[in-house]
DNA sequence: TAGATTGTTAATCGATTAACAATC
DNA sequence: TAGATTGTTAATCGATTAACAATC
């Protein structure tokens, strides 16, 4: 991966939809699928599929297409799932605990090895056999322990501050479920997971959608379908 | 929003961030703000912001920039935030719950009403206040009872029947958080929350980023960082 | 009025799709 | 070999950026 020339962040992004699919197709024990096929399933074109797999090499064969383990194994290269990362949870409130409570990452070599938290009814506590700390040892674990992620699950208020911080003490990447934008140094790599604004855009097409057309559909389910009307403030 | 010209998704995901930064703006008592400062502010071309804003409308004015508060509030109303919406919960585990528990959601008018599941254990609890009702009886409330976004967080073997059981009793939105693809008809909208795939993304970036140079930064916090091996399987 | 900044058209850039020679 | 399908170049499409006349 050293002197190649940069992949574009739309074909990263399909990399793990590609994993998954060809993830399926093994334990369906199907051995070989042409682009063309795997372009009718992922519902993509058979042209950008070659030209993905074709920004890390030639993984196919003429005439016969890609063999499906091999490809599997090459993208589970590519992606860096064929080793262990160390994780922690900075905030322990319910998406915070949600995640540590999901054994798969686990299974996938995503291991959580803490949680650190202001509020002193959590510290102390285990979450699945995890520890939850004071944040304030926090800067110490990091200098002491290998830490490639940081999810970030604390409130906006304070998540630009911990980022800072962790950016300081060594830790590459973040993976940001507090809603508001990272400021970190050009060689720490920021993931966003801003759940309000997935369901924004969710809403926005809803709604485009059902204003478009007439009336129509609103009574699918035989109800009248008034808006309600919003009713108190709002802050996050 | 009737016969206008197809907003294009990379517009409607930026709308979301646009309307953070005008509510922060707000909270700041900041009146005003031109395209080039807000450009400035959210590390974009204010030139975009000027195109994103003008599929809408004009909302600025020439020499002075945009009035704070006012595009606020038509961002507001073109994402349809203005009313209130009402969501079911489908799969009450760890991701299910923590949602539910998300409070912020209720203050934006995303109501969850109720939850679903198949777990004896959890039927007839309630979290939040919000009851856990056998997934049996989803067909009858779905169709007595308007909602607009059914959540997906269940394992990603069922996600597939209940999508398409949803959309045939009429729910227009899907917010899915179950690790697969779901095929639904036309009229129906399918956001994706695919949370393994969004670390895979980052876990490549940083590991593009740090094997494009010599292993300088890989001793940033004084540690040796030999890569951790793989242990054992995978499957989700 | 003069200065600032929009709304919008035109230019550029990048990503997707089509086409096809190479070859298994 | 003949048929199938890749890898790759060329064409198209769409999104971003630049430029500037309109105008507050």
Redesign the interface.
Known sequence: ???EKK?SSAV??R???Y??YL?DLLESDITRISSKELSTK??ITASQIRQDLNNFGGFGQQGYGYNVEYLYNEIKK?????????LIVVGGG??G???V??T??E????VIKAVFDVNPRLIGMTIRGIGVYDVDSMEEY?????V??AILTLPRTQAPKVANDLAK??V??M?NFS?V?LQVPD?V?V?N????????????????????ENDF?HM????P?K??????????
Chains 1, 2 share one sequence.
Do not use: C
Request: aromatic share 10%; no cysteine.
């Open positions: 991966m050293d002197n992949i990263i992004n990399l793990p939809r994993y998954r993830g992922m519902n590519i992606l860096g799932l064929d080793r262990m990362y160390n319910n998406i605990q949600a995640l409570n999901y798969n990452f299974k996938r070599g995503f990091v200098k002491n322990n290998r490639d992620v003490w060594g590459k990447g993976w809603h934008d060689d790599v993931e997971v801003h759940l309000t604004d997935s369901l924004m855009t969710l809403l926005y097409k809803i709604n485009e959608m059902y204003s478009e559909h699918a389910n035989g109800l379908v808006p309600l009307t919003q009713s108190d403030a709002e802050e996050e």
